[in-house]
């Protein structure tokens, strides 16, 4: 009785059919590929104020706070950064949000008639 079922599994794991098997499927095994997504981190950038002889403290200061949630120190602090450095970071964030306060700043300075310039660089 051994060598019979032996020899019928046997018979199963080659891929032929054998009793009770009617489905005619071909060689019994099946390939299973498991795909694992993997998510990237979107890059980032760095927002940037650029420092010019014109704009007003006070002005750059409402700036950080008005667009970059600042609160008055750390405007302040941003702000005498620019200034001492030329340059100052706001914040930095994925592209599409980099790019929308930049434009949110480049136009509310020219609004008011300000040549402050803001920039993103990717970080």
Known sequence: MWAADHFIKARLSA???????????GNGTAVITRTKTRLKRPSLYRVLLLNDDYTPMDFVI???ERFFQKNREDAT???????NHGVGECGIYTY?????????????ARQHQHPLQCVMEKK
């Open 96 to 108: 599409e949000v980099a790019e929308t306060k930049v434009t949110q700043v480049m136009d509310f």
């Open 15 to 25: 891929g032929e059919e054998g009793e009770g098997d009617h489905q005619g499927t």
């Open 62 to 64: 409402h700036v950080l």
């Open 77 to 83: 602090r941003i702000m005498l950064h620019v200034h």
